[in-house]
């Protein structure tokens, strides 16, 4: 157990749909990383968070958008959206300093969209 | 941009064997984190082993070893006396020491270990 959290663990729904998916990070971790895996993509990057605020962006379509709260927990939107999106999300969480840079992963929240 | 290379989509080896993967990397920094994760079947994305580039003792955690080649940007995890809980998919992935320290991963490589 790498003591991140994510919920759900499995979401099914259709296209046109929004979700919203959730991160728990390590205790005393203030950076919170999202990632997709998906088959024809691989593991992407999405976005970087470090104590609320956004820190890096990666491959994210603007559909999606993502926020940290002061809890540290951080929420990841994906709207309008489209067979394509179908994948597994991971939630990474790292303390963020330069001393500890080691990212542990959730277990991941599949997302279907039928 | 920095990219990473798994060029065995696949392999299989006999319980107890030694099995090594192939990762290959570009990037024009001198300062980064190589890793290999292991994904069993459950999904979970595990840390296996950590290399810091200043470093040039190859690391080693228990079975699993890395022979890092800095020049040649080479990075190959050799796991050995492998074992049935070995079989996952296994991510090689770099990550620069700098602010934005967002990890990259390889396309992978699925390690099947046969009794």
């Known amino acids: 157990d790498s003591g991140v959290t994510q919920t759900p663990k499995h979401l099914i729904t259709a296209t046109g749909q929004r979700v919203t998916l959730r991160c728990s990070p390590r205790s005393g971790d203030l950076s919170v990383y999202w990632y997709q895996q998906s088959l024809d993509q691989g593991l992407q990057f999405l976005i970087q968070?470090?104590?609320?605020?956004?820190?890096a962006k990666g491959n994210i379509l603007e559909r999606f958008s993502a926020q940290q709260f002061p809890d540290l927990h951080s929420e990841l939107n994906l709207s309008s959206l489209e067979l394509g999106d179908s994948a597994l999300y991971f939630c990474?969480?790292?303390?963020?300093?330069?001393?500890?840079?080691?990212?542990?992963f959730g277990p991941g929240t599949r997302l279907l969209v039928l | 941009a920095q990219t990473v290379t798994q060029s065995q989509p696949e392999m299989s080896v006999q319980e107890a064997e030694t099995v090594t993967l192939s990762c290959t990397y570009d990037t024009s920094e001198n300062n980064y984190y190589l890793f290999w994760y292991k994904q069993p079947p459950s999904r979970q994305m595990i840390l296996v082993i950590r290399q810091e580039a200043y470093k040039q003792q190859n690391a080693t955690e228990n079975r699993f070893s890395v022979n890092f080649q800095k020049a040649a940007k080479s990075f190959s995890l050799k796991i050995s006396d492998s074992q049935l809980g070995d079989t996952a998919m296994y991510f090689c992935?770099?990550?620069?020491?700098?602010?934005?320290?967002?990890?990259?991963f390889g396309k992978g490589t699925r390690l099947h270990i046969l009794p």
């Open positions: 992935a770099f990550m620069r020491l700098n602010r934005d320290d967002k990890i990259i």
């Open positions: 968070y470090y104590n609320g605020e956004e820190r």
């Open positions: 990474a969480s790292s303390p963020g300093d330069i001393t500890s840079l080691i990212q542990y």
